[in-house]
């Protein structure tokens, strides 16, 4: 491996592990009751928390480097927040990072980059939001970019399956030109497996991948699409960047993301990590239109539209059935 990006993986897998772990501790107290009175505090408490932990050491290790986060400390310094940073704190504290509030506001603002760097890292603390909520599947995303480049990027995503024991927590990492890999979340001294995209070339077998919420990628769209390529396996739908990682391992050929309405931009963080993932693993992904993301214009992929990820085999059929079939 580059021994130029060794030391980045290092901190970033080590920042993600310990960022999933304070995840699932706050997972692991959502309830019944919680959920029907539609209360987002626990997501908000671990979004927080998992920021915090992650720019904490980024801004330790790299301090010249800009993290472009989702999250900043700005609601938790105000009177009315003063609740969710005690909680914020607190399950700081609990996977062993002692903080004051101020100090850990300032970590969480660490991430509050918003314009475009030669060198810069970029941050989603929990993608999949209502899968979190739901206690099914989420991710911890964090790359690192340089000279418009994705150059490492790893996924925490601590309910998908591990290959062949089944248990769940996954860390996967990817460093341009060194390939992808897979290791448990939560055993960070066993042996990382190689990760590889499917075989699948005939089109009529791909098995898509796609959100679960019709807000984030449209379902009509990927309908017509799949009845054009006539794929007759029923999608997997699951939430965050874990559709990445799906179609890294082979778990599904085909993830889009399909724009809901003109104009929208998809954000950074929402794909970097899984991007070089599936690239590494040997697929391909571009937007819908078939050009390659644009990661030189700050927060936002503004000049892309959409996303298209596959096993690269059937790349130009998928580019050209979301083509035909794009609404008018």
């Known amino acids: 491996m580059n021994r130029e990006y060794r030391r980045e993986l290092d901190v970033a897998r080590n920042a993600v592990r310990l960022a999933a772990r304070l995840c699932q501790n706050v997972q692991s107290a959502i309830s019944t009751e919680s ?13 927080f928390g998992s920021q915090a932990l992650i720019c904490r050491d980024l801004r330790e290790q790299f301090p010249g480097d800009p993290v472009i986060g989702e999250e900043g400390a700005a609601e938790l310094r105000a009177a009315t927040g ?5 909680q914020v704190v607190r399950e700081v504290v609990r996977v062993g990072v002692p903080g004051a509030a101020d100090e850990v506001c300032d970590w969480i603002d660490h991430g509050g980059a918003q314009n475009y760097s030669e060198r810069f890292w970029t941050l989603d603390p929990i993608d999949g939001t209502k899968g979190f909520l739901r206690k099914e599947q989420y991710a911890i995303s964090l790359a690192l970019i340089i000279n418009g480049q994705i150059e490492l990027g790893v996924l925490g995503c601590p309910n998908m399956p591990y290959p062949g024991s089944g ?5 996967a990492w990817a460093v341009r030109g060194y390939g992808a890999w897979q290791q448990p979340l939560w055993e960070s001294s066993a042996t990382a497996i190689p990760v590889r995209v499917s075989g699948t070339s005939e089109v009529s077998e791909l098995l898509f991948c796609e959100s679960v919420e019709s807000g984030h990628s449209s379902h009509d769209w990927s309908g017509l699409i799949a009845s054009d390529l006539r794929i007759h396996r029923e999608p997997v739908r699951m939430d965050s960047q874990c559709k990445y990682l799906a179609v890294a391992r082979g778990d599904a050929d085909l993830y889009l993301r399909l724009p809901t309405r003109k104009g929208y931009a998809e ?3 929402d794909h970097a990590g899984g991007v070089i993932l599936v690239e590494e693993a040997g697929g391909q992904v571009t937007d819908i239109n078939g050009r390659v993301s644009n990661f030189r214009l700050g927060s936002t992929l503004s000049s892309n539209e959409g996303m298209a990820v596959t096993n690269g085999r059937v790349h130009p059929f998928v580019i050209q059935a979301i083509q035909k079939h794009r609404p008018r």
Do not use: H
């Open 267 to 269: 954000k950074i963080w």
């Open 82 to 86: 003063a609740e969710f940073l005690d």
């Open 35 to 47: 959920l029907s009175k539609k209360d987002n505090s626990p997501v908000t408490v671990a979004d």
């Open 167 to 171: 248990e769940p927590g996954v860390l």
